[in-house]
């Protein structure tokens, strides 16, 4: 990654590359990452777990846990707010490790609403445990689903930003008919929860397929290129906002080798 700042506008890009594996295809992302099955999570007291976890131990992944609330949960029997905790081991900009972290992501799940985003201020390492949690209320029944996940995404130092353009040239390494590159805005706004096909991030701001159309297939050893100027999309840097560039291939090594630009006033 490259960052550089060009002197007297403010203006500043930073750089990616990517090359898609040999042994498989499908989704990969620059600029930050979105982890999140496909499958909802319906925690309950009565007839399933209060907890369900994402991520795998030991691994650096240095993000944020959201959930997208599929409705407004519900606590019977009792009194107070049945809230949802994430915990596990966190990490601060600054390398403070914390082994035993927890942070209220949903303080009362009756106050939940169809495909509400929340996240956490907390960056995770390793596993993220979700838990409904009843403490003192008295509760005898209580239930929440929700998709779930990590998030990382650029913000340029939690600064606010706008992104003005943006630029992907690269080679391809297979024919593919499925290929696609997306520039998303990360933010609370326009998530759509699903049951077994959830697909995390909002509409994308900018999208090859719908600029191309049928031009936008990969041939195996030939150049491409695709750029979008005049953005001007403001990104809350500061407030968990911040861009993600995601890119969708349907081909073992689609994409010998790519590199993307993200151009933003600050």
Known sequence: ???????????RYKSYSLRTPSGSSGTYHLSGYYVAPAADANLNQD????????????????????????EAGTATGGSGAVTIVCSGTSVTDLG????????TIVSDITAMSANTYYETDLKWIGTV????????????????????????YEDFGNKAFE????EAVGMAGANDTGFDIEVLHHSSSGWTYHDSAFVAGATALAKLSTDYSTESDLDNGVE???????????????????????????????????????????
Do not use: C
């Not at 209060?50 to 599929?70: D, E, I, R």
């Not at 008295?138 to 779930?148: P, S, V, W």
């Not at 992104?163 to 943006?166: G, K, P, R």
């Open 224 to 266: 491409f290129a695709w750029k979008r100027t005049n953005l001007w999309k403001h990104v809350e840097g500061a407030a968990s906002e911040g861009i993600i560039i995601r890119i969708t291939t349907t081909a073992n090594a689609a994409v010998e080798y790519m590199d993307a630009h993200i151009g933003v006033h600050i």
């Open 96 to 103: 403070v490790r914390d082994g035993s972290a927890s942070e």
């Open 1 to 11: 990654m490259i960052e550089f700042l060009r002197k007297g506008n403010r203006k």
């Open 163 to 166: 992104i003005v353009e943006f």
């Open 129 to 152: 445990t979700y838990t409904l949690t009843v403490g003192a209320t008295g509760h005898t029944a209580y239930a929440a689903d929700f998709n779930y996940g990590l998030a990382k």
């Open 47 to 70: 007839q399933g777990s209060t907890t369900v976890t994402v991520g795998a131990a030991n691994v650096p992944y240095g993000a944020h846990a959201f959930l997208v609330a599929k």
